[in-house]
């Protein structure tokens, strides 16, 4: 098995090492206005607004979050109501890791400098990272870059604060659309998919894929 050995292992934080709540959350907040049968696709919906809403120029996450909330009870047909999308957006501190994440974290934290790349603000991303239980060499947060992943200046931003180049790195994330083929456009051949079911496999973007964070110390040598 090939062993990587990174300067930095960097990581998207929501849905890689946090349980991303926000399909629950919205399940739970809309249960009086959408079926249960229809549910799955209202959440699928609102997910796709979230990306359509950071494609744009930078702006504060809370909007991210409300605006696409709010479009996707537009589509639905739906009431909007008494500012549900910052409810939403008031719940992310509040989300911990995935069961598998925080041992794994420990054993890659003795040897090698994590570092989170996560669409957060800063007021939110602190809470979750306490929660990991791993020291983090550097958190890089949207607001910081002034961009969300996809985009490509989020990337740029991470190699500038890090003064490193794109072999420096491995990236790891469970989402090929917001970080892996990103990782990939900018140069980042060392990447991990964890396949938390959030998107199907896309093997052209060339990443070593694990089913959880346990499968991650083996590929850097511990």
Same mark, same amino acid.
């Given at each position: 098995m090939t062993?990587?050995? =990174?300067k930095y292992i960097t990581f998207d934080c929501y849905g890689t090492l946090i349980n991303f709540q926000m399909a629950p959350t919205a399940r739970e907040m809309f249960a009086d206005r959408i079926a249960a049968e229809d549910m799955d696709q209202f959440t699928r919906d609102f997910a796709a607004y979230r990306l359509d809403e950071?494609?744009?120029?930078?702006? =504060?996450? $809370?909007?991210?979050?409300?605006n696409a909330i709010e479009r996707t009870c537009k589509r639905w047909g739906i009431e909007y109501r008494?500012?549900?999308g910052m409810k939403i957006y008031h719940s992310v501190p509040?989300?911990?890791p995935h069961a598998d994440v925080p041992a794994a974290l420990a054993r890659l934290a003795k040897e090698y400098k994590l570092?989170?790349?996560? $669409?957060?603000?800063?007021?939110?991303? =602190? &809470?979750?990272?306490?929660?990991l239980g791993a020291p983090f060499h550097r958190v890089l947060t949207a607001q910081q870059a002034q961009a969300y992943k996809p985009h490509l200046k989020a990337f740029e931003y991470m190699l500038?604060?890090?003064?490193? $180049? =794109?072999?420096?790195?491995? &990236?790891v994330s469970s989402s090929l659309r917001y970080d892996?083929?990103?990782? &990939?456009?900018?140069g980042i051949k060392n990447k991990v998919f964890v396949s938390r079911g959030h998107e199907p496999s896309t093997p052209y973007y060339n990443y070593h894929e694990i089913s959880d964070l346990g499968g991650l110390p083996g590929l850097v040598g511990l």
């Amino acid at each position: 098995m090939t062993t990587l050995r =990174p300067k930095y292992i960097t990581f998207d934080c929501y849905g890689t090492l946090i349980n991303f709540q926000m399909a629950p959350t919205a399940r739970e907040m809309f249960a009086d206005r959408i079926a249960a049968e229809d549910m799955d696709q209202f959440t699928r919906d609102f997910a796709a607004y979230r990306l359509d809403e950071v494609l744009g120029d930078w702006k =504060p996450y $809370n909007e991210v979050v409300c605006n696409a909330i709010e479009r996707t009870c537009k589509r639905w047909g739906i009431e909007y109501r008494d500012n549900e999308g910052m409810k939403i957006y008031h719940s992310v501190p509040t989300w911990g890791p995935h069961a598998d994440v925080p041992a794994a974290l420990a054993r890659l934290a003795k040897e090698y400098k994590l570092v989170a790349l996560t $669409n957060a603000m800063d007021e939110q991303i =602190p &809470h979750n990272i306490e929660k990991l239980g791993a020291p983090f060499h550097r958190v890089l947060t949207a607001q910081q870059a002034q961009a969300y992943k996809p985009h490509l200046k989020a990337f740029e931003y991470m190699l500038d604060q890090l003064d490193c $180049n =794109p072999d420096d790195i491995l &990236h790891v994330s469970s989402s090929l659309r917001y970080d892996l083929m990103s990782a &990939h456009d900018i140069g980042i051949k060392n990447k991990v998919f964890v396949s938390r079911g959030h998107e199907p496999s896309t093997p052209y973007y060339n990443y070593h894929e694990i089913s959880d964070l346990g499968g991650l110390p083996g590929l850097v040598g511990l």
